[in-house]
């Protein structure tokens, strides 16, 4: 009888110890880029390339590309602008605007000009090469090529809550405008909606 | 024997329950040993240290009081609150954005915690913060990144800020804190900044709003700035039945002020963190009652008078919280630039607002207190009552008088609160031209008497930009 009880007992010890070693060790899971996983609702990895796919499928197959292509005789150059963060989480934008820089030079049917951040770089190196490069491997000054449209957009969000529950619903807005006459050329845009539950007791 | 046995084993039942109960008192004992101070009073160094501006003293000694992983946020807080003393915002962001999640994390309740909170006491249960804490965790990250010249990044937080009132405002709809004037009013100028008048003119309308509606409550008038505000865009949105309204209220010659601040001209707000936000002290009521069950037993005594022991009577503590104020030297501060002057005014009493919460959740801290009482009176008795049926004298005494020890000492009042939070927040703004300046900071005491001065160095000022600079003045 006794014996049965120290076993049981035991044995409840030995599941409370393991339980707790398992909680101990920090467990990596290595996961697939294109998998989607919701952690807090917050706009994550997932809503940044669904944009950016979406945007780049609808960017390339209108009208604006062929038009340009077709009188001017050559393939437009495009500068990336601002895309302000107008939500209430702070979204590192950048990451988007990089896979869709990506995706459009991939395509071959639209050229990109450096931001200006990153021009002010290549013209401190065009500077000193000025002064310090051999002749022949000499860069000349005054020799950028203009862009013809600018990238600008906003990330906006509406966040309706009650209770425990949050609607969560994201609107990017990207718009190409021509750099000639102001012109819009594409406006393109992406809705996201999460319904986000909170859970109200943990143990 | 077989009658004998059977009695034993009835017996049984309360022994192990006092058994149990003893083994419990002395786990409670254990938990209660390291909570033996409150939280507050372990602020002391802390305080010394940065009223003496050894900023990276007290990083250290936030840093080695942050064992207990229920204070996880409140450590996250002092952290962040003291790194921008330091004046270093980007880790102040990083450590307040930490303590924000925590926060969001401990909004589900833990049933375990709140189980053990009904046996031990309140400080148990992991620190989600109070309201307004949780609110000027947002109003510090807006401003470290207003401090840094980061104004898109400061909208989100305003914007943050926006959903945590409403959160609040459904949660607890008669709350006196469902609008933070500051807030709004910092909304407002971050909008303003941006350009965005018809936001920056709702924000400053909840501003005006939430000021008139806490006149009662937090003694602070609507601010001048804010009038003018008000004025300003009013006047510049076209809205004319507003602005009529506002001239009369408040009275102000409305065209000389509201034109000072030009598109060609920028604009310095200086922030000022004055003392320290009050601390929660502990009170303890002790008194001796009878025994819970002693009522019910005493009908029983009545009728057989003569076997019963009498069961001794019961130290019931309640722990309970208070505030205590920090009273600063300082009453205000005077900024100069280059010939022109301005006085810093009152915009957010925390000091009364946390008083004004604290009060408000009294009642339910109390109860809970009382319930708790009871609780270990259950216990205490049980034990009393096994250790009687013991024939050694010396077990008896002792089983009752540790768990009658561990009672008293584990009932301790929830103390914490977030402590390097300013007793009051200050603003001044002066208008200027755009270029680099000193701008000297005098803290001024209550009859005018200059306490201390400090001159930042080169301050840049931009066309139609903000230039935000804060300062904390410690109480000595």
Redesign the interface.
């Known amino acids: 009888m006794s014996r049965t009880i120290f076993s049981t007992k035991s044995a409840a010890v030995l599941v409370a110890l393991a339980w707790l070693v398992s909680g101990c060790a920090t467990s990596v899971e290595r996961v697939d880029v294109n998998q989607q996983i919701d952690l807090?609702g917050a706009w994550n990895d997932t809503d940044s390339q669904l944009v950016s796919a979406e945007m780049m499928q609808d960017v390339l197959n209108r009208v604006w590309l062929d038009e340009f292509t077709r009188s001017q005789k050559r393939q437009p150059a495009v500068i990336v602008g601002e895309v302000?963060?107008?939500?209430?989480?702070?979204i590192n934008v950048n990451t988007f605007v990089a896979d869709l820089e990506r995706s459009l030079i991939n395509s071959g049917r639209v050229q990109f000009v450096a931001s200006s951040t990153e021009r002010q770089e290549i013209r401190d190196e065009r500077k000193d090469q000025d002064l310090h490069a051999r002749e022949a491997t000499r860069k000349a000054m005054g020799e950028e090529q203009g862009a013809d449209f600018m990238l600008k957009g906003t990330i906006n969000?509406i966040?309706d809550?009650?209770?425990k529950t949050q609607l969560r619903y994201y609107q990017v807005d990207l718009t190409l405008i021509s750099l000639a006459d102001n012109r819009k050329v594409w406006v393109g845009q992406k809705k996201i909606k999460k319904l986000v539950e909170?859970?109200?007791?943990?143990? | 024997m077989s009658a004998q046995r059977l009695r034993g084993g009835m017996e049984d039942l309360p022994t192990y329950i006092g058994r149990v109960s003893i083994w419990l008192a002395t786990l409670a004992c254990v938990l209660a040993l390291n909570g033996c101070a409150t939280y507050s009073n372990s602020f002391a160094i802390i305080k010394q240290q940065l009223a003496e501006q050894h900023y990276d003293e007290a990083l250290k000694s936030i840093e080695d009081q942050s064992g207990d992983k229920r204070d996880r946020a409140l450590y996250l807080l002092n952290k962040g609150m003291v790194q921008r003393m330091k004046r270093d915002f980007v880790a102040s962001n990083e450590s307040l954005e930490a303590a924000k999640q925590e926060m969001?994390r401990l909004?589900?309740?833990?049933?375990?915690e709140h189980a053990l909170s009904f046996m031990v006491n309140d400080a148990t249960v992991s620190y989600a913060g109070d309201d307004y804490e949780q609110v000027l965790v947002h109003l510090y990250m807006a401003l470290n990144y207003l401090e840094l010249g980061q104004p898109?990044?400061a909208?989100?937080e305003a914007?943050?800020i926006d959903?945590k009132l409403?959160?609040i405002a459904?949660k607890i709809p008669d709350s006196k804190f469902t609008e933070d004037a500051l807030s709004r009013q910092l909304t407002g100028m971050i909008y303003d900044e941006l350009g965005e008048w018809s936001d920056a003119m709702i924000a400053y309308r909840k501003a005006y709003e939430a000021y008139k509606k806490n006149r009662a409550h937090f003694s602070i008038d609507v601010p001048t700035m804010l009038q003018f505000d008000l004025l300003r865009l009013a006047r510049q949105q076209g809205l004319a039945d507003e602005l009529a309204r506002y001239q009369q209220e408040f009275s102000v010659a409305s065209t000389k002020e509201t034109t000072a601040s030009s598109e060609a001209e920028g604009e310095l707000v200086f922030i000022l963190n004055n003392g320290l936000a009050p601390i929660k002290r502990e009170k303890v009521i002790g008194m001796w009652t009878p025994p819970p069950a002693a009522a019910v037993d005493a009908s029983k005594r009545a009728k057989n008078t003569d076997t019963t022991p009498t069961t001794p009577p019961v130290l019931i503590n309640l722990a309970l919280p208070y505030y205590e104020s920090r009273p600063s030297r300082v009453a205000c501060a005077r900024i100069s630039v280059s010939g022109k002057q301005a006085d810093t005014q009152i915009m957010e009493d925390i000091d009364t607002i946390a008083r004004a919460s604290l009060s408000a959740r009294m009642p339910a801290i109390t109860a809970r207190a009382v319930a708790r009482a009871i609780a270990k009176g259950v216990m205490q008795e049980s034990v009393d009552k096994s250790a009687q049926r013991r024939d050694d004298a010396a077990t008896k005494m002792i089983g009752s008088l540790l768990v009658r020890v561990v009672t008293i000492a584990t009932e301790r009042a929830d103390t914490r609160s977030w402590l390097t939070l300013p007793a009051n927040v200050q603003l001044a703004r002066l208008s200027l031209p755009p270029g680099s300046y000193d701008v000297t900071v005098e803290l001024l005491g209550k009859d005018q008497n200059l306490i201390a001065t400090r001159v930042y160095p080169q301050v840049t000022i931009r066309q139609a930009r903000k230039t935000y600079l804060s300062q904390h003045s410690m109480p000595y």
């Open positions: 807090s302000r963060n107008l939500s209430h989480e702070h969000t966040i809550a009650s209770g909170r859970s109200k007791l943990n143990f | 969001e909004y589900a309740e833990s049933v375990s898109n990044e909208r989100v914007l943050q959903l409403r959160e459904e």
